[in-house]
């Protein structure tokens, strides 16, 4: 089981529980504390690794660019031209890549790391602070009280009175405290769940980002890539085409080397060892030149090279030959000898060697020595309340009601949602209620009946009921399969408690899910669907018998129980349930479980629709329901809107002019006037049916889903636990149990803090995916560009159209 919600109540008994409970709730906030630590240190850490893993492509990169293939030969084939740019390329892609990539690791550190040490550091900080003072002061109260109850009973009256008025102020004091220390440890535990997850979606939305423009770059590159394997594979082909050919040679040169000498100009070549004269004491050396000469002139070239040495060693020497004598072994201790002599030096031989027998008939031929043998070579080369009933007036009102709304009014944009005015309301509840009247009634014909009107006086009959239609004794059996398993066994759960239903309760909602469900088909047009009536209808039918902090914590599971009716009532009110299904069991036995992962086909994927607008999702355009109607500039402005968070019956109105007096038809209820400085809207600025007057009339249930996302709010947020600031004095100190919605922006958010009237260019092309975004190509210039509320989005003006730009698509000027 969850943390058990604090009671502000329990707060002037300070029991033993209720200060277990408060630890609960600390530990709670602690080990989120360590958590959103621990993960800003691995945050941190991925930031680093990224920018080192940036830097290493971009010099792996780097390395590519600046290598060339050298080509054998003098030319280069088309293909191999192309692989040798293909390196350059690959060089630019990386490039490019890294370039988003250090586009994602600045974005984590404003999407990730700093909301995330923002809410560390000013929520999880303060409750600490708020802890502390919590703490001195039980610590006071408690010896104060010790101390005042020792006092002697003989002490002077007025001594004694003196001492229960500073007990008292204490006390007090002691209560306040403490109240609003368990509102804050409430508020915290509610707000950690968006302020935590809200960055990490943002960090993924930047991500996904990441390698959508990874896929972009892929898919431009793929022309590139595909024509490169064709050179590639070209140049392998030729490869293996030659490599038997080169082979084949290879095996006919190592047969017979002599027969596969390349032909030249050169008469002979090759390597021989030159003897080199020495003083007396020293003897002799031989020196290894690589030698070559040419009959026709008869010159004789030698160069000293000494291949242990790494190469050449000497000058060239060149010399005319005059003749050439083969030395035997009888002159010469040495092998395979012959002299020269050269015409500029006569008398003084040049002493050589060769490496074969062979070898030295193959130079005396080629210099004409003698004894020389000549040899003929083929030389060859070769690539709630109220008097309603479920009885037969209820049943005509409402069926009436439904048949006039799928008549008229079943495409009305914010159908059930658009409420009418009050005072419109009760006079045609009160027509169709009186037996008398209730059949004179025209709702499908009259002009006299707004949809509008007719829609919520069908919901205030509803609330109406001595008992919510879905009955106290099984709302917390509803609750249940709301918060726990499968989507499958969800369904069963609520077909299994639906037929325990009493028997009018049952078909009164059969016949309401019926019409919802016809509702949710033309959510195209109204903008309902089945998750919006969700949110309408949820505090109807199921209100709480009770009205505590914990009721309203199961405000949102309500919602998921009539989804569930909506989209299931065929099989629900139509079959009857499975008889082998078990009675569902007290959450003091079975604690709420996260559903589990439905197994799906790959590449399949269903989409919900979501009741909160967030363009960090993806939606389709039937999806796009809970924003539509407040997309319109200037037509909500709230600064503050007074609910009871339990009296999801009750309505609430948020006055457009603060100076404007109410008519005679506003409804009568909580309400708070709007500052001063908010824009009255103005008719033409007015969706149709919202407005009446200077008055928007909306149940607080409706409301709550409205302000999921009211235009001019930082985030999606829920109801404030915090008394929010009000331009009405009469609301600065509300009752305990009065909550406020938040306010709209100030000019400490950072929307159009610090580039307002600022321009940029796009440096990608976008598609809008919605119609609150703008579609532009590259080199598209925007106008006043300011953060948006959206993380990772801005708002900036085109072609006169003001819309939302992804934050990574442009580059300020």
């Given at each position: 089981m969850?943390?058990?919600?604090?009671?502000?109540?329990?707060?002037?008994?300070?029991?033993?529980?209720?200060?277990?409970?408060?630890?609960?709730?600390?530990?709670?906030?602690?080990?989120?504390?360590?958590?959103?630590?621990?993960?800003?240190?691995?945050?941190?850490?991925?930031?680093?690794?990224?920018?080192?893993?940036?830097?290493?492509?971009?010099?792996?990169?780097?390395?590519?660019?600046?290598?060339?293939?050298?080509?054998?030969?003098?030319?280069?084939?088309?293909?191999?031209?192309?692989?040798?740019?293909?390196?350059?390329?690959?060089?630019?892609?990386?490039?490019?890549?890294?370039?988003?990539?250090?586009?994602?690791?600045?974005?984590?550190?404003?999407?990730?790391?700093?909301?995330?040490?923002?809410?560390?550091?000013?929520?999880?900080?303060?409750?600490?602070?708020?802890?502390?003072?919590?703490?001195?002061?039980?610590?006071?109260?408690?010896?104060?009280?010790?101390?005042h109850?020792?006092?002697?009973?003989?002490?002077?009256?007025?001594?004694?009175?003196e001492?229960?008025?500073?007990?008292?102020?204490?006390?007090?004091?002691?209560?306040?405290?403490?109240?609003?220390?368990?509102?804050?440890?409430?508020?915290?535990?509610?707000?950690?769940?968006?302020?935590?997850?809200?960055?990490?979606l943002?960090?993924?939305?930047?991500?996904?980002?990441?390698?959508?423009?990874?896929?972009?770059l892929?898919?431009?590159?793929?022309?590139?890539?595909?024509a490169?394997?064709?050179?590639?594979?070209?140049?392998?082909?030729?490869?293996?085409?030659?490599?038997?050919?080169?082979?084949?040679?290879?095996?006919?040169?190592?047969?017979?080397?002599?027969?596969?000498?390349?032909?030249?100009?050169?008469?002979?070549?090759?390597?021989?060892?030159?003897?080199?004269?020495?003083?007396?004491?020293?003897g002799?050396?031989?020196?290894?030149?690589?030698?070559?000469?040419?009959?026709?002139?008869?010159?004789?070239?030698?160069?000293?090279?000494?291949?242990?040495?790494?190469?050449?060693?000497?000058?060239?020497?060149?010399?005319?030959?005059?003749?050439?004598?083969?030395?035997?072994?009888?002159?010469?201790?040495?092998?395979?000898?012959?002299?020269?002599?050269?015409?500029?030096?006569?008398?003084?031989?040049?002493?050589?060697?060769?490496?074969?027998?062979?070898?030295?008939k193959?130079?005396?031929?080629?210099?004409?020595?003698?004894?020389?043998?000549?040899?003929?070579?083929d030389?060859a080369?070769?690539?709630?309340?109220?008097?309603?009933?479920?009885?037969?007036?209820?049943?005509t009102?409402?069926?009436?009601?439904?048949?006039?709304?799928?008549?008229?009014?079943?495409?009305?944009?914010?159908?059930?949602?658009?409420?009418?005015?009050?005072?419109?309301?009760?006079?045609?509840?009160?027509?169709?209620?009186?037996?008398?009247?209730?059949?004179?009634?025209?709702?499908?014909?009259?002009?006299?009946?707004?949809?509008?009107?007719?829609?919520?006086?069908?919901?205030?009959?509803?609330?109406?009921?001595?008992?919510?239609?879905?009955t106290?004794?099984?709302?917390g059996?509803?609750?249940?399969?709301?918060?726990s398993?499968?989507?499958?066994?969800?369904?069963?759960?609520?077909?299994?408690?639906?037929?325990?239903?009493?028997?009018?309760?049952?078909?009164?909602l059969?016949?309401?899910?019926?019409?919802?469900?016809?509702?949710?088909?033309?959510?195209?047009?109204?903008?309902?669907?089945?998750?919006?009536?969700?949110?309408?209808?949820?505090?109807?039918?199921?209100?709480?018998?009770?009205?505590?902090?914990?009721?309203?914590?199961?405000?949102?599971?309500?919602?998921?129980?009539?989804?569930?009716?909506?989209?299931?009532?065929?099989?629900?009110?139509?079959?009857?349930?499975?008889?082998?299904?078990?009675?569902?069991?007290?959450?003091?036995?079975?604690?709420?479980?996260?559903?589990?992962?439905?197994?799906?086909?790959?590449?399949?994927?269903?989409?919900?629709?979501?009741?909160?607008?967030?363009?960090?999702?993806?939606?389709?355009?039937?999806?796009?329901?809970?924003?539509?109607?407040?997309?319109?500039?200037?037509?909500?402005?709230?600064?503050?809107?007074?609910?009871?968070?339990?009296?999801?019956?009750?309505?609430?109105?948020?006055?457009?002019?603060?100076?404007?007096?109410?008519?005679?038809?506003?409804?009568?209820?909580?309400?708070?006037?709007?500052?001063?400085?908010?824009?009255?809207?103005?008719?033409?600025?007015?969706?149709?049916?919202?407005?009446?007057?200077?008055?928007?009339?909306?149940?607080?249930?409706?409301?709550?889903?409205?302000?999921?996302?009211?235009?001019?709010?930082?985030r999606?947020?829920?109801?404030?636990?915090?008394?929010?600031?009000?331009?009405?004095?009469?609301a600065?100190n509300?009752?305990?149990?009065?909550?406020?919605?938040?306010?709209?922006?100030?000019?400490?958010?950072?929307?159009?803090e610090?580039?307002?009237?600022?321009?940029?260019?796009?440096?990608?092309?976008?598609?809008?995916e919605?119609?609150?975004?703008?579609?532009?190509?590259?080199?598209?210039?925007?106008?006043?560009?300011?953060f948006?509320r959206?993380?990772?989005?801005?708002?900036?003006?085109?072609?006169?159209?003001?819309g939302?730009?992804?934050?990574?698509?442009?580059?300020?000027?």
């Amino acid at each position: 089981m969850g943390l058990q919600p604090l009671e502000f109540s329990d707060c002037y008994l300070d029991s033993p529980w209720f200060r277990e409970r408060v630890r609960a709730h600390e530990a709670e906030l602690e080990k989120t504390n360590k958590f959103i630590k621990e993960l800003l240190k691995d945050g941190k850490n991925l930031i680093a690794a990224t920018k080192n893993l940036s830097a290493a492509q971009r010099k792996f990169a780097h390395s590519l660019r600046d290598f060339k293939f050298e080509f054998i030969g003098d030319a280069e084939t088309d293909d191999e031209r192309y692989i040798d740019a293909s390196l350059h390329e690959f060089s630019n892609f990386l490039k490019n890549l890294e370039e988003q990539r250090e586009i994602l690791a600045l974005s984590v550190t404003e999407t990730l790391i700093k909301p995330l040490e923002r809410f560390r550091k000013e929520q999880l900080g303060a409750v600490k602070e708020e802890k502390k003072k919590f703490d001195k002061e039980t610590e006071k109260n408690y010896s104060l009280l010790e101390k005042h109850l020792s006092l002697s009973a003989k002490k002077k009256e007025l001594q004694l009175q003196e001492a229960d008025n500073q007990v008292e102020q204490n006390r007090k004091h002691f209560y306040e405290l403490s109240l609003e220390y368990v509102c804050k440890l409430q508020e915290i535990q509610e707000r950690k769940k968006f302020e935590c997850v809200e960055p990490v979606l943002s960090f993924f939305q930047g991500l996904f980002t990441f390698y959508h423009q990874g896929y972009e770059l892929a898919k431009d590159f793929n022309h590139y890539k595909m024509a490169l394997q064709i050179n590639i594979q070209n140049t392998r082909n030729r490869f293996e085409g030659t490599r038997s050919e080169v082979e084949e040679l290879m095996n006919k040169i190592r047969r017979n080397p002599q027969e596969h000498k390349r032909a030249n100009h050169l008469t002979m070549e090759g390597y021989l060892y030159v003897q080199e004269k020495r003083p007396a004491p020293f003897g002799s050396s031989w020196v290894k030149h690589y030698c070559t000469y040419r009959k026709e002139t008869k010159k004789f070239t030698m160069i000293p090279f000494e291949h242990r040495s790494g190469g050449k060693v000497g000058d060239e020497e060149l010399f005319v030959l005059m003749y050439c004598t083969k030395r035997n072994t009888d002159t010469i201790d040495r092998r395979f000898c012959f002299d020269l002599e050269a015409s500029d030096r006569p008398g003084v031989p040049v002493t050589m060697q060769a490496f074969s027998e062979e070898d030295r008939k193959l130079w005396m031929e080629a210099l004409d020595g003698k004894e020389a043998l000549f040899i003929n070579s083929d030389r060859a080369n070769a690539k709630r309340e109220g008097s309603a009933q479920l009885d037969k007036i209820g049943f005509t009102v409402i069926k009436k009601c439904i048949s006039a709304v799928e008549t008229r009014g079943i495409n009305d944009q914010g159908l059930y949602r658009v409420v009418g005015v009050s005072s419109k309301v009760q006079r045609l509840l009160s027509l169709l209620m009186d037996a008398k009247t209730c059949n004179e009634v025209d709702l499908e014909n009259s002009a006299d009946w707004e949809v509008k009107t007719i829609t919520s006086a069908m919901k205030q009959y509803l609330r109406s009921l001595p008992e919510p239609l879905m009955t106290y004794e099984l709302h917390g059996e509803f609750i249940i399969p709301a918060k726990s398993g499968s989507p499958e066994s969800r369904v069963n759960a609520v077909h299994f408690l639906v037929h325990k239903l009493p028997e009018k309760n049952k078909e009164m909602l059969e016949i309401l899910m019926k019409h919802l469900a016809n509702v949710s088909k033309h959510s195209k047009r109204n903008l309902m669907t089945v998750a919006n009536l969700g949110v309408v209808f949820g505090p109807t039918l199921m209100r709480p018998q009770e009205e505590t902090v914990a009721a309203i914590m199961d405000l949102k599971f309500q919602n998921i129980v009539v989804e569930i009716l909506i989209e299931n009532h065929e099989k629900i009110f139509k079959t009857l349930p499975d008889a082998t299904f078990p009675e569902p069991i007290s959450m003091s036995v079975s604690p709420p479980n996260a559903p589990p992962r439905q197994s799906r086909r790959q590449g399949q994927r269903i989409k919900r629709p979501l009741a909160v607008y967030n363009l960090c999702l993806e939606l389709d355009d039937e999806l796009d329901a809970a924003v539509m109607l407040m997309e319109k500039d200037g037509w909500l402005h709230s600064s503050a809107a007074v609910a009871s968070p339990a009296r999801g019956a009750e309505n609430v109105r948020l006055e457009a002019d603060s100076h404007s007096s109410p008519r005679e038809d506003t409804p009568t209820g909580s309400m708070d006037s709007l500052s001063s400085q908010s824009p009255t809207p103005t008719s033409s600025s007015s969706p149709p049916g919202l407005m009446d007057g200077n008055h928007l009339i909306m149940d607080s249930g409706d409301l709550a889903g409205w302000t999921t996302n009211l235009p001019g709010q930082g985030r999606p947020s829920m109801v404030s636990w915090m008394n929010t600031p009000s331009a009405n004095p009469a609301a600065a100190n509300p009752a305990p149990s009065t909550f406020f919605f938040p306010t709209p922006a100030t000019g400490s958010d950072r929307a159009g803090e610090s580039i307002a009237h600022r321009k940029a260019r796009a440096v990608y092309p976008c598609e809008a995916e919605h119609s609150s975004e703008l579609s532009f190509q590259i080199g598209a210039i925007f106008e006043d560009v300011q953060f948006s509320r959206e993380p990772g989005w801005l708002e900036g003006t085109l072609n006169g159209k003001r819309g939302l730009i992804p934050q990574n698509y442009v580059q300020f000027l």
